[in-house]
């Protein structure tokens, strides 16, 4: 890090800082600091350092620029720091008007126009030693990095940087949620100004480089696998293992590969060569891909016999349906069916007629195309959205360009509201009508047909207590169709027979304070990212991306939506990503060592009262250190589930805990840890246990529960606690160590350094 010793220095190394407001000011308190220079390392412009005379914190409120990561990070509370975040104004991109809204399918959100625009807001990125919005960022990709490279004014080296970690930017860049991801991960939005538009910065690179496709490698045999769906998640498992040179066919069920991704979301919002361009590129590189071809959850089993391993990323496409009584009259649909409907009519040039009569209405006059036709006669037709989020805002704006009046309802009150502001006020602008503590109270109809609902008003105080239907408050409203636009679960056919499906993500404690020392989970995120708690949601996101590392049973995989439910395109990306990783790595041949490539991982996990286990488990790290490329040794409380899910072999020891005359068996920390573990099919695993008088069954007890979670168990040993100071124990301990090494293929013995 370049070391700075002025403002004048300051500004040339960081040309996007500019003085405003009041001068930030550094106070340590010196009672408190522990001089563990936690923020020394995390200052990105130097302006911390140490007095190792007394090891206390020292601050240049000169060179502070107001970030406040030093604040975030400050385990023990001793720096505080006033005055205003330094940089300069973000460049706002206004967003295109249409000229004509009906039929119109032009991207409105705009790009960054030249390279002097985009650098004037690569500028404004401090290059953080340690980047919260790279964990903001679902898939993480190296922000810092690739605008860095933006700043040299050498895009292909940040496409380069992008190609690491996603294989659809130019798509993430237009739909991704940033506010609530990397943008809002972003130091200054943690200290509640405005971030980096990270979004618009990837789509510059995106515009302007023409992106590579994956070129098949040789040398994976013949090794196939099969992924059921080709949304987003199977769209990063397909390129992964494809230029691997693994065998990949892809089934879909509808008669265009994509997903939510082609007909989910409206041309204006990203233009259908951008969506087309993934599964393009997969085919060219020797992906077969099937559609119009529905696999049926029975067909599953059939297809392991046939392929190495089956990935199931089927996504979460059935539409939320409304309880509403007369949901089932002609008139009422669902997104999908508008959506897909709208998507193929508008792609071929726009017929309101035709998209009318698809949806089962009558047209008998044709629009002038005049955005401001509202009030001709033949704009009588309005159409109810249910629900007020992304997708009911793309229904909304879509029947916008049939020259449909339309309204969108949603029972919470806007404060509290998950649909994105700068959506609403996109919609809103179009002439979409949002009407929010509002909700359906019944449908009306004639014939079969609807004519009317009633709606009614809700009242919410607070956002974690469900909104109170004002029963008195009625009124009816006359409408020609009613989309329910709510959201989408998980197909039940599939969740059903894959249980528990969609799982919840859940923060271990250790992963917890993991990234608490980032800074991400310090504060609330600013305005700009709707107040959110960015940093719980990184943090949930990490634990779904863990999961999706993991087989839901041997050689079967869930990634995406389909795992934990509706998200969003870049998570699912990113899952998919993750468990091709998976795959890679099993399917990978031993070296001359007997080692996977890419090292082999061990970790030692002990629950140990007196010192017993734990000193157990150092000696057994030492021996094994020379032949291992990484060992680990922690106590349960502190392994997360990131340890687990990255070891080769998970070696784990507990003391016996009860009484000898009544029942005895592992120790309660360790039962209680070992049935909170998520399924690990494909691990191997070795116990041993140490105790006074008699193990009993401990080891047993330790085998079966992991053996219910998929976990292959390749030895135990029991020592009793006397043992580790005779001249039997260092026998005991290495035949241990042969046994593993039978089935791990590592000798564990000798004194070979793995390079």
């Known amino acids: 890090m370049t070391i700075l010793e002025d403002k004048d220095m300051l500004e040339k190394v960081f040309p996007g800082l500019s003085r405003h407001g009041k001068d930030p000011v550094i106070t340590i308190v010196a009672d408190r600091c522990a001089g563990c220079q936690e923020c020394v390392i995390r200052c990105p412009v130097g302006a911390l350092s140490m007095d190792e005379t007394r090891w206390i914190a020292l601050g240049n409120s000169d060179l502070c620029v107001g970030c406040r990561q030093c604040v975030r990070t400050c385990p023990f509370s001793a720096i505080y720091i006033e005055g205003d975040p330094q940089v300069s104004a973000r460049v706002v991109l206004e967003d295109k008007e249409p000229e004509k809204l009906l039929y119109s399918v032009e991207e409105l959100r705009q790009g960054f126009a030249n390279f002097e625009e985009a650098l004037k807001e690569a500028n404004r990125c401090l290059s953080c030693p340690d980047p919260t919005c790279v964990r903001g960022c679902p898939t993480h990709n190296d922000i810092p990095g690739f605008i860095a490279?933006?700043?040299?004014?050498?895009?292909?080296?940040?496409?380069?940087?992008?190609?690491?970690?996603?294989?659809?930017?130019?798509?993430?860049?237009?739909?991704?949620?940033?506010?609530?991801?990397?943008?809002?991960?972003?130091?200054?939005?943690?200290?509640?100004?405005?971030?980096?538009?990270?979004?618009?910065?990837?789509?510059?690179?995106?515009?302007?480089?023409?992106?590579?496709?994956?070129?098949?490698?040789?040398?994976?045999?013949?090794?196939?696998?099969?992924?059921?769906?080709?949304?987003?998640?199977?769209i990063a498992a397909?390129?992964?293992?494809?230029?691997?040179?693994?065998?990949?066919?892809?089934?879909?069920?509808?008669?265009?590969?994509?997903?939510?991704?082609?007909?989910?979301?409206?041309?204006?919002?990203?233009?259908?060569?951008?969506?087309?361009?993934?599964?393009?590129?997969?085919?060219?590189?020797?992906?077969?891909?099937?559609?119009?071809?529905?696999?049926?959850?029975?067909?599953?089993?059939?297809?392991?016999?046939?392929?190495?391993?089956?990935?199931?990323?089927?996504?979460?496409?059935?539409?939320?349906?409304?309880?509403?009584?007369?949901?089932?009259?002609?008139?009422?649909?669902?997104?999908?069916?508008?959506?897909?409907?709208?998507?193929?009519?508008?792609?071929?040039?726009?017929?309101?007629?035709?998209?009318?009569?698809?949806?089962?209405?009558?047209?008998?006059?044709?629009?002038?195309?005049?955005?401001?036709?509202?009030?001709?006669?033949?704009?009588?037709?309005?159409?109810?959205?249910?629900?007020?989020?992304?997708?009911?805002?793309?229904?909304?704006?879509?029947?916008?360009?049939?020259?449909?009046?339309?309204?969108?309802?949603?029972?919470?009150?806007?404060?509290?509201?998950?649909?994105?502001?700068?959506?609403?006020?996109?919609?809103?602008?179009?002439?979409?009508?949002?009407?929010?503590?509002?909700?359906?109270?019944?449908?009306?109809?004639?014939?079969?047909?609807?004519?009317?609902?009633?709606?009614?008003?809700?009242?919410?105080?607070?956002?974690?207590?469900?909104?109170?239907?004002?029963?008195?408050?009625?009124?009816?409203?006359?409408?020609?169709?009613?989309?329910?636009?709510?959201?989408?679960?998980?197909?039940?056919?599939?969740?059903?027979?894959?249980?528990?499906?969609?799982?919840?993500?859940?923060?271990?404690?250790?992963?917890?304070?993991?990234?608490?020392?980032?800074?991400?989970?310090?504060?609330?995120?600013?305005?700009?990212?709707?107040?959110?708690?960015?940093?719980?949601?990184?943090?949930?996101?990490?634990?779904?991306?863990?999961?999706?590392?993991?087989?839901?049973?041997?050689?079967?995989?869930?990634?995406?939506?389909?795992?934990?439910?509706?998200?969003?395109?870049?998570?699912?990306?990113?899952?998919?990503?993750?468990?091709?990783?998976?795959?890679?790595?099993?399917?990978?041949?031993?070296?001359?060592?007997?080692?996977?490539?890419?090292?082999?991982?061990v970790l030692v996990c002990y629950d140990s009262m007196g010192g017993t286990t734990k000193q157990i488990a150092d000696d057994i790290a030492n021996k094994i250190s020379h032949s291992a490329n990484s060992v680990t040794v922690k106590s349960i409380r502190d392994t997360s589930k990131a340890d687990i899910v990255y070891a080769d072999l998970i070696i784990c020891g507990t003391w016996v805990e009860g009484l000898i005359f009544t029942k005895v068996g592992p120790s309660k920390s360790m039962n209680k840890w070992l049935h909170e573990l998520p399924n690990l099919h494909g691990k191997q695993a070795a116990l041993f246990c140490t105790y006074g008088v008699n193990p009993k069954s401990t080891l047993t007890v330790m085998t079966d529960i992991l053996s219910v979670k998929g976990v292959k168990i390749i030895t135990t040993m029991a020592l009793k606690s006397k043992e580790i100071t005779t001249a039997d124990y260092a026998t005991k301990l290495d035949n241990y160590l042969s046994e593993i090494a039978m089935y791990t293929e590592v000798d564990f013995l000798t004194s070979h350094k793995v390079s």
Not at 154 to 179: F, G
Not at 290 to 301: L, N
Not at 452 to 474: C, F, H, M, N, Y
Not at 577 to 601: E, F, T
């Open 238 to 601: 397909a390129w992964e293992l494809v230029q691997e040179g693994v065998g990949v066919d892809v089934f879909e069920k509808d008669s265009k590969p994509g997903g939510l991704i082609v007909w989910g979301i409206p041309d204006f919002t990203l233009p259908l060569e951008i969506a087309d361009r993934p599964w393009k590129e997969l085919t060219k590189a020797g992906v077969n891909l099937f559609c119009d071809h529905k696999v049926e959850p029975e067909a599953i089993a059939g297809m392991l016999d046939k392929y190495d391993h089956v990935i199931l990323a089927y996504g979460a496409s059935a539409p939320i349906k409304t309880s509403a009584p007369g949901n089932s009259y002609q008139g009422v649909t669902d997104a999908t069916v508008f959506l897909q409907s709208a998507h193929q009519n508008l792609a071929e040039g726009g017929n309101r007629k035709a998209f009318l009569e698809s949806l089962g209405l009558r047209s008998e006059t044709t629009l002038d195309g005049n955005k401001d036709s509202d009030n001709q006669s033949d704009l009588d037709y309005r159409i109810l959205v249910l629900g007020a989020g992304n997708t009911a805002m793309d229904v909304a704006r879509s029947a916008r360009r049939f020259g449909l009046k339309a309204t969108c309802i949603d029972w919470v009150d806007e404060r509290f509201a998950i649909a994105r502001p700068d959506e609403v006020a996109e919609a809103r602008a179009e002439g979409v009508e949002i009407l929010f503590s509002t909700t359906l109270q019944e449908i009306l109809a004639k014939d079969n047909k609807v004519t009317s609902v009633i709606l009614a008003e809700t009242k919410q105080e607070k956002s974690d207590v469900a909104p109170k239907i004002l029963g008195d408050k009625l009124r009816e409203v006359t409408v020609d169709l009613v989309v329910m636009a709510m959201g989408y679960r998980v197909d039940q056919g599939f969740a059903s027979r894959y249980l528990p499906m969609p799982r919840n993500r859940n923060i271990s404690i250790p992963d917890h304070t993991r990234w608490m020392a980032s800074g991400i989970l310090a504060s609330k995120a600013s305005p700009f990212a709707y107040s959110g708690a960015v940093g719980t949601q990184s943090l949930r996101r990490e634990d779904g991306l863990l999961q999706a590392q993991l087989p839901y049973d041997h050689r079967l995989w869930i990634v995406g939506d389909a795992l934990i439910g509706p998200a969003t395109v870049v998570e699912a990306m990113a899952h998919g990503k993750r468990c091709a990783q998976s795959i890679i790595k099993s399917l990978l041949p031993s070296d001359l060592d007997g080692i996977r490539s890419g090292g082999y991982k």
């Open 149 to 234: 490279a933006i700043r040299e004014n050498d895009l292909q080296k940040a496409a380069d940087i992008l190609a690491k970690t996603s294989c659809i930017p130019d798509i993430c860049s237009r739909v991704c949620n940033q506010a609530a991801q990397c943008e809002g991960a972003c130091s200054w939005s943690l200290a509640q100004d405005v971030p980096v538009a990270i979004g618009k910065l990837e789509r510059y690179i995106t515009d302007n480089i023409h992106l590579q496709g994956p070129v098949a490698k040789s040398g994976m045999g013949n090794s196939k696998v099969a992924i059921v769906g080709s949304g987003p998640a199977a």
